[in-house]
DNA sequence: CTCAGCAGCTAGAGCGCTCTAGGCCACTCA
DNA sequence: TGAGTGGCCTAGAGCGCTCTAGCTGCTGAG
C-alpha cells in the first residue's frame, strides 16, 4: 500500500494503470463474473500497488442499495456490547455493513434514528431505548426493522428476544428445587422488559402455588436500584431467595448484601439476568439468566436479509430460550429443604 | 412527513413539486444564502411535505469532503462512551458528522480502522486498543488523527489526554496530607497509559520522600486485577492507602475487600482513575482521579478541525489537567497523622 | 462458409447531490 | 440612454462508483 500524495486513488486511476476500462476494473473489485483470470490477477495487483480502496459512498450511490444494517444503542451496556459484536459478524456474513448510532443521555433515540435514515441504511436493529410507539411504526413502515431484547409496540416492527416467560421460570423453577419458598422479585421498574418479567415472575409463582401474594420490590436497571432494594429487603424482612431484573440490579443487591452483614447465598440466593461480565467475576459469581447475545443477534440479521428479499414470515415475534447459568449465589435455604 | 410508497423523495421531487431548480433546492436545504425568504419559505414547506430527507453519501460523494469524524472505540467502557457522548456534541457544533467504529473482541482495530477509511473519514479519533505504531504512523500521514486518552507512539498523530503525572501527584497529594506514608500502586499492567502512571507513581514517591522503595503492586485494567490485588495485599501485609490504575482497579479492590473485612477507609484508602458511573455508587463513594471525558472529546474535536483548516499547533501532544474527586474511600490512617 | 453463441471487454447513462458559471431582471447612476 | 450592479435563479458538469447494452473476436455446429 503505498501513500498517495493526494486524493485517495480511484477505480479511473487503476484503470488508466491497468490498461482496461474502469467497468472491468469495477467487475473485478466487486469479485463478480466477466473477467478472464489473467486480468483479474493484474487488476488486483494494480490496486493493490495504487492502495486502492472503494468508496463506500459512491459505491452505495450506484448501486441504489446501501447493504447497509443501521443499529441503534447504548454506549456502555454489556447487552448491546455484546449483541452489537454478533451483529458485525453476521451482517459481515451476508454481505452487509453496519453502521452505529448511539444513544446517550444527551442525544434521544430520535436523533439516532435519523442518523441511520441519513445513512439511508436498509434496515434498522434497535437495541438502545426506544422511540416512541408512532415513531417506530412509522420507521418500521418505511424500511425493516428489528428490535431486540425487548417486546415492541409497533405492529410493523420484528422482534427477536428472550422469552421472559422462560427465563423467569427457569429462574424460579430452579429456587423451588433448591427448596425456596420466599421468593421476592426486585423489579426495573419502566425498564425494558420489566413488565414481562414482573409478569413472568407472578405467572411463575402461581404456577408453583407459593405462599401469600407474589413479592415484587421496586428496583430499576442500575446497580444503584439493586442496593436501594437490598437495604430495603434487609429492614423490612429478607425472603430466602431473589431473583433480579438483571445483572446489574443483582450485583447491586449483591454488593449491598455483603456490605449490610447478609451472606450470599447462606441467608439469602440471588438471582441475576443478563449473564453480563460484571456477574461473571470470581468473587461474585453470580447465578444468572443468560440472553445469548449472539444468537439473538444472528437471528435479528437473519430476519431483516429474509425481509429485505421479501421471504420473511408473518410471524414477528422471535422468541428464543435463554439458559440458567449456575455459579456460585444460589443454594438450599437456611433451614434446608422444608 | 407524509409516507412515500416507494423511494425516498430526492431533491429533483422536491424541486420539481416546489417548480423550482434541483439547485435553488440544494441551496435552500443547506440553508446557504441566494434564495428569497419568500421561495425558501415554500421549498421548505414543500420538502417537510414530501418527507425529504438529503441522502447523506450524494451529498458527501458530490462535495467532494465528507465533514465526517471517524470513532474507534471499544463499546461498554465508560470512559468511551463519555469521550463519545462528547464528541457527538462537538462534532456537531463545528459542522462535522461521526461515524462510529467498534473495536471488540472479534474485530481488530486495524478492522476498526478500514472501515472509518471506508467511509471516507477526513479525520479520525482513536479511543480504543490502537492499531501497531507502523500502522498508526501510516494513517496519520493520510488524515488528521487524534488519540484520546493515551500516549501514541506515532509521530504524525495528535494526542489529547489527561497528564498522568498531575493525575497521579495529586492522588498521592492528597493521601500524603492525610498523613499516609505507606502507599502502594496497583497497576494497569500493559495497559493504555498504565506505564505513565507508574512512573508518575515512582516519581510522586520520590518528590515526597516516602520511605522504602515505590510499592507497585501487579494488577490490571478490570474488577478482576483488582479483586487479586486486594487478596495479594491483604495476605502480605497491607498498606495505609492504595491508589488503583483505573476506576474498575479500583472497584475490584474495595469490593474485595469488603469481602475479606477490611474496612475502607478505616484500614486501608483507596483512590481510583477515571470517576467512571461504578465507582459513583453510593455504596462506593469512590475517591478518584476524574478526567473529563466532554473535555478531551471537544479539544479532540478542535485539533481535528484545526488541522483538517491547515492551523493546528506543531506540538503534538495536549496534556489536560485532572482533578481529585473527593468522596468516601480516603480518610486518615488508622493511626492517625503519624 | 455462415452464423449463432459466448467469453471478455467497453461505452455511457445514471445514482442524488454540490457547485461554478452564467442568465435574467429590476434598479441605480453617470 | 446605456453601462453597471446585485439579487435570484438555472443549466450542466462533475463526485466515484454500478450496471445495462452492446461490441469485439473466437469457437464450433450446420
Redesign the pocket.
Known amino acids: 500500500m503505498s501513500k498517495q500524495s493526494g ?9 488508466a494503470r491497468a ?9 473485478v ?2 469479485g ?9 490477477q493484474r487488476v488486483l495487483e494494480t490496486a493493490e500497488e495504487l492502495g ?4 463506500g ?9 446501501s447493504r447497509l444494517i443501521g443499529v441503534t444503542l447504548a454506549l456502555n451496556n454489556p447487552f448491546h456490547s455484546d449483541v452489537t459484536e454478533g451483529i458485525y459478524a453476521a451482517a459481515e456474513a451476508c454481505g452487509y455493513q453496519v453502521v452505529l448510532s448511539a444513544v446517550t443521555g444527551r442525544r434521544a433515540p430520535e436523533r439516532a434514528v435519523e442518523t441511520l435514515l441519513d445513512y ?1 441504511c436498509e434496515a434498522a436493529i434497535l437495541l438502545g431505548p426506544l422511540v416512541a410507539r408512532q415513531a417506530l411504526q412509522e420507521l418500521a413502515q418505511r424500511l425493516p426493522v428489528v428490535v431486540v431484547g425487548q417486546p415492541s409496540h409497533a405492529p410493523a416492527a420484528d422482534v427477536v428476544r428472550v422469552s421472559d416467560a422462560d427465563g423467569v421460570g427457569l429462574a424460579v423453577d430452579h429456587l423451588r428445587c433448591l427448596g425456596h419458598r420466599l421468593i421476592a422479585h426486585v423489579d426495573g421498574g419502566r425498564s425494558a422488559g420489566a413488565a414481562q418479567r414482573r409478569a413472568a415472575f407472578r405467572a411463575a409463582h402461581r404456577r408453583h402455588g407459593l405462599p401469600g401474594q407474589p413479592h415484587v420490590v421496586a428496583g430499576g436497571p442500575g446497580e444503584e436500584d439493586g442496593a436501594t432494594a437490598a437495604r430495603r429487603l434487609v429492614s423490612d424482612g429478607l425472603p430466602t431467595a431473589v431473583l433480579a431484573y438483571n445483572d446489574a440490579c443483582a450485583v447491586g443487591l449483591l454488593d449491598m448484601f455483603v456490605r449490610l452483614g447478609v451472606s450470599v447465598p447462606r441467608q439469602v440466593s440471588v438471582v441475576g439476568y443478563d449473564d453480563s461480565p460484571v456477574g461473571r467475576l470470581s468473587y461474585r459469581r453470580l447465578t444468572t439468566v443468560s440472553q445469548d447475545g449472539h444468537q439473538l443477534a444472528s437471528l435479528a440479521v437473519q430476519r431483516l436479509v429474509s425481509r429485505l428479499a421479501g421471504s420473511a414470515p408473518a410471524e414477528r415475534q422471535l422468541l428464543v430460550r435463554p439458559a440458567l447459568v449456575l455459579r456460585g449465589t444460589t443454594a438450599e435455604p437456611a433451614g434446608g429443604r422444608p
Open positions: 486524493r485517495p486513488p480511484t477505480l479511473e486511476d487503476v484503470a490498461g482496461v476500462s474502469r467497468a472491468l476494473v469495477s467487475i473489485i466487486r463478480v463474473p466477466g473477467a478472464s483470470e489473467a486480468t483479474r486502492y480502496r472503494p468508496d459512498r459512491a459505491r452505495l450511490l450506484a448501486a441504489g442499495r439511508r
